[in-house]
Each structure stands twice: as C-alpha cells, then as structure tokens.
C-alpha cells in the first residue's frame, strides 16, 4: 500500500518568513515528486517536481528529496499572502502506469 | 485546447441515477487520469488511459464505476446507481506521453462537482 504523509497544518507563518512543508512516503521505490498548491475551490496546479536527490530552486520555491529517508519537502521563501493555500505532496513509483498518490495537503496561512 | 476542461463543472443528482463526467484533454496528450477528491480527504486516482487503453482498473472504487476513453481524445467516467458516499470532486488530468516514468507533470481541469441527495 503506497502512503504518502503531510502534517495537515494548518501553517501558520509570518509574511516575508520561510514556509517549510514535510512530506513523507511509504514506496521506496517511488522515482517521481511533485508539489501541487490547491486554493480552495480550485484544482490542483503544479508548483516543483523533482526527480533526484539533493535541492531543487525555482523562484522562490525550493524541493529538497532525500530518497534514504524517504523524505521531501518545499521551502517557501519570502511568502507572502497570495501562497495561502493547501500543498499537496504527489508520489509517482515509476513506469509511467500508475497514477499520483497523493498526500491530503498541508493548509499553508500566511499572515500578513 | 488550452487546458484540460471538464464537464459539467457541478451535477446534483438523486441516489440510484446514473451520471456520466466528461474530460476533454490538452490538446496532444496521449495519457490521461481520473481522480476523486472527497471532502477532507486527498485526492484518490481512480484510472489511467494510455492512448485508448487503460491498463488497470484496480483503483476504481466499486463496479457501479466505469470509463472509457475513444479516439485517444476525450473520455467519460460513468457511475452506475450512484450512492452519497459518491459525492466528490471528480478530477481529469493529462500528461504528454505517460511514458516517461511516471514522471512527467499531470495537468489538471477544474473538476466536476458531484452531489448526489
């Protein structure tokens, strides 16, 4: 059974401080990770996918993977009110068959 | 298209009816996957389509829930006597090849909100 775990928040963080969402997954083999940010109402939008070990930097977004302990999260710096949402952590195992197994999202506040 | 689009965006329906969802995909994307988004919980994949062919079944929820999807295009997910525990978002998403891996980016539409009283 493939699980993928988030810390359901929610969040609660200053504006212009660093967010840090966790995420852990079950599948040792998974191979694919994705961070999606869902505003409520709305569907999921892609934020960072990362693929191997180590940082990945996009803006203001950084994954980090570390697949020994199973383990990755994104770092939010300089946030700021508009990044209020729910982050949902995807685990993909590889192969190109299976769908994402989704975490259920941490509710990110930042306060203004 | 520009996006995935689904519909219809909102459907009400009475227990024991049959629904039909619809997900038009990016225009050239050959996989495509449905999800369900229940309220509090995170979203559940439901079946994925290579082409027209969708490899395993296994993750859909019961045998009232069927899809298909013809000429590698659109496809439709069919729930038969719909129950409440039904009620959810249903979301469509596309990727370019779906061979990558697993690996490339999924694209979502904005979901089809289902009731059923």
């Known amino acids: 059974q493939k699980e993928v775990e988030q810390n359901s928040g929610p969040l609660s963080v200053p504006e212009g401080a660093i967010a840090s969402l966790n995420c852990t997954y079950s599948d040792r083999g998974s191979q694919s990770f994705f961070w999606y940010r869902q505003y409520s109402g709305k569907s999921p939008e892609l934020i960072m996918s990362?693929?191997?070990?180590g940082d990945k930097e996009d803006g203001r977004f950084t994954a980090q993977l570390n697949k020994a302990s199973q383990y990755v999260s994104l770092l939010i710096r300089d946030s700021q009110p508009s990044d209020s949402a729910t982050y949902l952590c995807a685990v993909n195992l590889g192969g190109g068959a299976d769908g994402l197994t989704f975490g259920k999202g941490t509710h990110l506040i930042i306060q203004p | 298209g520009a996006g995935v689009s689904q519909s219809p965006s909102n459907k009400v329906t009475e227990k024991g009816k049959d629904v039909e969802l619809r997900c038009d995909p990016i225009s050239g994307h050959t996989a495509l996957y449905w999800y369900r988004q229940s309220l509090g919980q995170g979203l559940e994949f439901l079946i994925y389509?290579?082409?027209?062919?969708?490899?395993?079944k296994s993750g859909l929820p019961s045998d009232r829930f069927s899809a298909e999807r013809t000429g590698g295009s659109v496809s439709t997910l069919t729930i038969q006597r719909t129950q409440q525990e039904d009620s959810a978002v249903y979301l469509c998403?596309?990727?370019?090849?779906?061979?990558?891996?697993?690996?490339?980016?999924?694209?979502f539409g904005p979901g089809t909100r289902l009731l059923v009283l």
């Open positions: 990362i693929y191997s070990n």
């Open positions: 389509f290579q082409g027209n062919s969708a490899p395993d």
């Open positions: 998403a596309s990727s370019f090849s779906g061979l990558a891996g697993g690996g490339e980016t999924q694209y």
